[in-house]
């Protein structure tokens, strides 16, 4: 199935890589409930990630939701049921990013910090550069916080093929979530596409991830 609205969007990239502004952020006028290019976007959090401008997504073209490291979530994944059945959405792009925060710790880490660990405070600490305050409770919520795998390093640090392919490993992760899941259609006359992309912070460029291929390492 062609992907004309994401290619379009990666064209609008490059010219907003180049210093262009491509999102035109005046009120457009009442628009349609349904996104009007059929695109959802799942993406990170992160503060320099303006998905509208790096995209150059016009206001009502498509959804876009966001959360700690663009995780395939099981909310992310019910949103995109959502936006798929009810309101038309057909291609979907997945978006992580470099120097992303989900790099510089583990679940178990972060967990055992929050709890009160003195040796996980003290990494934690290290890793972000602030002290790190643990609250001396436990708590079954969340379940997880979906750290990405891999050897853990620095908040923020240079990218390096390590981090590189940490990143390429949980777009992958992603993106096999969503084409897997029994309630997200990948043929047939209602299939969705699903394309995954790491956005470099320091450039505004978006890179492609290949599908399939390697989605990670415990050790």
């Known amino acids: 199935m062609a992907n004309l609205n994401t290619d379009q969007y990666l064209e609008n990239n490059k010219r907003y890589a180049s210093g262009e502004a491509v999102h035109k952020p005046a009120y457009p006028g009442k628009q349609s409930i349904q996104p009007s290019r059929h695109v959802a976007v799942v993406a990170c959090m992160d503060a320099r990630l303006d998905v509208e401008d790096l995209l150059g997504l016009q206001t009502g073209e498509a959804h876009v939701i966001r959360n700690a490291g663009g995780v395939v979530t099981d909310d992310a994944i019910r949103c995109l049921i959502i936006s798929h059945h009810l309101l038309n959405t057909n291609e979907i792009i997945l978006i992580h990013h470099t120097r992303c925060g989900m790099l510089a710790f583990t679940d178990d880490l972060l967990k055992a910090g929050l709890e009160g660990d003195a040796a996980a405070e003290k990494l934690l600490g290290q890793a972000t550069g602030r002290a790190f305050m643990n609250t001396g409770k436990s708590s079954s919520s969340p379940v997880a916080f979906h750290a990405f795998r891999g ?14 392919e940490r990143l390429e490993w949980d777009v992958r992760r992603g993106m096999s979530t969503i084409m897997n899941h029994p309630w997200i259609p990948t043929s047939g006359p209602d ?15 978006l890179e492609e991830v290949t599908y399939p291929g390697p989605m990670g390492s415990i050790g």
């Open 151 to 164: 050897q853990i390093q620095p908040l923020d640090a240079p990218r390096d093929a390590q981090s590189t």
């Open 191 to 205: 299939a969705i596409t699903v394309r995954g992309f790491i956005y470099d912070v320091d450039t505004g460029k």
